[in-house]
């Protein structure tokens, strides 16, 4: 987790990260940094963008062919950055090519695909993690502490998503994406499932805001932990130009704990807040000048200095911790934090959300 400390005195990981989108940018960033990792390889079916990225990150091999990326022998380890119909494909010939692997949310878009990509690593003894990168977001591990120590038995949970910007490219298709839940609503099934436990059953409803769409663009859902716990996530991405809201709030028996937006927030606000006795404790912010974001210019997260209730609650640093906690993963030898059978986990339950707004009833999981 973001916590963790650094390896030294280890081989630099040689990585290799196959597709070029803006995401690839905030991935990148965690394995430039510290030694103990480089990116070696690029590829994009683009090779203008690959030569582009290929330079800004020290790269010296450029493909245009994964495959080929994968015959590399001087790659160790893949960062798959591709839209999710394509990450069990290519997740499965990267273990079969010896490479441990990192691939984007959602896994796959099918337990059938997650279960080829979980025996492929096994097999050929390679670890693969999952970017379920809000698990690694400071104010949601302090949120977890708080919830286990500091407001009684958890009772409720509820989890919002609300966006002004409709899905574009790939995502509009839920042959590639998966859907609105499935590749975006996916961080607030992880979220709420990391601060209230493990999901029993589901009940959910979904929408479009236009017929013409191909997926669902609002998301109603009923969630039941164990433990007798229960929790909603609310998602639309249909709202007024421009928003783009996210928040968490866990209420217990004896307090109340709110993660006050990641990837933005329209109320503004600490990034945490804890209730209590009648009374509010919040967090304070570190957020870098958003100049700074894209290079790291200001303070990356190895550098902050952390004062009591001030957390990193910069977004682009969650790809940071990710990244570096994968490369932990297999310098140590260690089963990653957000392992393949998380991630299938959370196709499984948000199959079963599917299921229920199409069959209109109460899913176990």
Known sequence: MAGETECEN???LNVGIIGLGTISNNHAHGFMKGGRSKITAVCDLYEDLAKARAEKWGASKIFTDYKALLKDNNVDAVDICLPPKLHAKVAVEAAEAGKHILTEKPMALTLK???AMIAAARKNNVKLMVTHNQL???PHQEARRLVAEEIGKPIT???ILYGGMPASDWRCDPKISGGFMLEAVIHRFYVSRFLMGEVKRVS???AKSDPDLLCEDKVMVNLEFEGGRHGVINANRCGPFGLWDDRT???????M???NGVEDQIIGGPPLLHY???MWRSWCNTRMPEEAKDQFESKPPEELKLTTYELDDDFNNTFYYVTRHFVDSIIQNKTPFVSGEEGRRLVQIIQACYESAEKGKVIDV
């Open 10 to 12: 280890a081989k630099p």
């Open 113 to 115: 695909d997650c279960d």
């Open 136 to 138: 690694f977001y400071p």
């Open 157 to 159: 949970s509820t989890s």
């Open 204 to 206: 959910c409803m979904t």
């Open 249 to 255: 709030e866990v209420v217990g028996e004896d307090g």
């Open 257 to 259: 704990v709110i993660v």
């Open 276 to 278: 209590r006795n009648g």
